[in-house]
């Protein structure tokens, strides 16, 4: 290679000999990056071998969740000899998508086998993605098609018990989204202009910000006393026709003192969080194409299905794996490096000779407590009953909130979630039977969209995920991550490295298990090129 003459061609040599990761720290070192930013991924080449003349080596992955499928992915990218362990009969991990004939048994020993109709799905685990998360990017690489996730309907249902006047009420979302804007757009227009914001504001501003409050709650002006009356966002009680009919507003608006106790307004927040602002995504045909094309990607001969992991060893020279592979058998899998994504509570459950203070790190990661319950319907009531496409009903029942599909929209049948929830109302609907969670969550839902909820049910499939062999929670939380546990994840153990979206700060997102494979791909390639 020719000496470097400037600081283009340094660069350069950097970027070829210690990859992407390296290159960015140098930049960062002589000013020429932040040094603080994550470096834009590169994903490894042949090349790098090839320029370098160092050899490939080998790469044992623990789990074919989206994390070990994406690490593989990108590995094979460059010619690594790489292999999947994956204890499920399939691929995706908690990137589960549940259809007629799915058959699983828990931990708790029930069985339940799906009697879904034909093009009829629950996503039992992620089913959205947001607009500028990684995962569309890799949607539109592995050539997965996707369609809209309605994540917010104007025309979905808060039902609140225990709130006052409004108790066990179903309030549509516009009318809730009205009344809660109109209210607190009242309260500060006479606040502003009776002067109590006249050391923050200038005259100027205090008029300016009337003007907006006007408009954003839709309330009177100075002379009507900025009062809020209720308007058409309200929604119709007759909806505007022909001829003569203008409609029927859906008025008087509730009493501001009922607003405020009915707790509607503390679900609109979410609207605006980065990871749930609409538009959002889905993949077509279920959340599980993502899984089965990075399977398609990294060829289902470098997958064993079945395997489900006895003990690891680092033996320094490269990593042993013992797992029971098909008809219970004890088989060895040997590589130069390991990558396991196998979460935490199950993991360190594993025998391994991993070191105190990694045993320690995957014992202080919480499992979190989630479920779903998916309900077939003969008809889709929702659409020709109620008007709803897609969306969610919040409540504060412990079913937490129904899904609407954002799919088969007039089709002949469809699937509601008739709960996602999380924490002690999971671990509630977990201690369940599968019949007892269906009847359950039907009971509370009747109480929203009556009877129709009961009499029209088809059939239901349900997931208890910390009751889900293999995963044993819907997620982790870390009680903090300054406590050297989280970062002790983040680097290898030996020849031992760690990915998954519990090592991120998209924990619960795929796109977290993306960018900590690419992160665990980016070290790992720079530790072969530089060794």
Same mark, same amino acid.
């Given at each position: ?110 069985? !339940? ?80 202009? !009776?002067?109590?914001? *006249? ?185 020709? *009953? ?146």
């Amino acid at each position: 290679m020719a000496i470097p003459q400037t600081r283009r061609q340094f660069l350069q040599a950097v970027g070829v000999t210690g990859g992407a990761g390296v290159l960015y720290s140098t930049m960062g070192a002589l000013g020429l990056a932040p040094a603080h930013a994550s470096p834009p991924f590169r994903a490894p080449r042949e090349s790098d071998f090839t320029l370098t003349g160092r050899a490939h080596r080998s790469v044992l992955i623990l789990g074919a969740g989206i994390a070990g499928l994406a690490t593989a992915y990108e590995l094979r990218k460059a010619g690594y000899k790489v292999r999947i362990l994956e204890a499920r009969k399939r691929p995706g991990g908690r990137n589960w998508t549940v259809r007629g004939g799915t058959v699983e048994t828990d931990l708790d020993g029930h069985t !339940q086998r799906a009697r879904y109709a034909k093009g009829q799905y629950l996503n039992a685990g992620p089913a959205r993605i947001a607009q500028h998360m990684v995962t569309l990017d890799y949607c539109r690489e592995l050539g997965v098609p996707i369609e809209m996730f309605g994540n917010q309907n104007a025309d979905g249902y808060y039902y609140n018990e225990g709130v006052g006047a409004l108790s066990a009420t179903p309030i549509r979302h516009r009318t809730a989204k009205a009344d809660v804007y109109g209210y607190v757009s009242e309260l500060l227009a006479k606040a502003t202009d !009776q002067g109590a914001l *006249d050391g923050q504001l200038t005259s100027d501003d205090k008029e300016r910000l009337l003007a907006f409050l006007r408009n954003f709650g839709s309330i009177g002006g100075r002379a009507d006393g900025w009062k809020y009356t209720g308007s058409t966002r309200r929604g119709y009680l007759v909806d505007p026709g022909a001829g003569t009919e203008a409609g029927t507003p859906n008025l008087p608006p509730y009493a501001l003192s009922d607003v405020l106790a009915s707790g509607v307004g503390q679900y609109f927040s979410f609207e605006f969080g980065w990871d749930q602002a609409m538009l959002m995504f889905q993949p077509v045909g279920g959340m599980d194409r993502i899984a089965y094309a990075l399977e398609d990607a990294v060829g289902g001969e470098r997958i064993t299905y079945g395997a489900e992991v006895r003990s690891i060893t680092d033996k320094g020279s490269g990593v042993e794996v013992v797992y029971t592979g098909p008809g219970g058998r004890l088989s060895v899998a040997s590589a130069d490096f390991c990558v396991c994504t196998i979460p935490p509570q199950v993991l360190v459950k594993i025998p391994s000779n991993l070191t105190p203070a990694v045993k320690d790190a995957l014992a202080y990661a919480q499992p979190v407590s989630t479920g779903k319950i998916g309900l077939q319907y003969g008809r889709r009531w929702w659409e020709e *009953d109620d008007k709803i496409y897609s969306g969610i009903t919040n409540t504060n029942l412990d079913l937490s909130t129904i899904w609407y599909p954002s799919y088969g929209y007039h089709g002949a049948k469809g699937i509601v979630v008739g709960y996602y929830n999380f924490g002690g109302n999971a671990d509630a609907y977990s201690a369940l039977t599968p019949a007892e969670r269906q009847a359950r969550a039907i009971e509370q839902g009747v109480k929203i969209h009556g009877e129709k909820y009961r009499t029209e049910l088809e059939t239901a499939f349900s997931v208890a995920w910390r009751r889900t062999r293999y995963s044993e929670g819907g997620w982790v939380s870390w009680p903090s991550r300054t406590s050297g546990h989280y970062g002790r994840l983040l680097e290898p153990d030996g020849n031992v490295y760690f990915a998954g979206d519990h090592l991120s700060y998209y924990i619960a997102w795929q796109a977290g298990a993306f960018e900590s494979a690419r992160k665990v791909v980016t070290d790992l390639h720079t530790r072969v090129l530089s060794s």
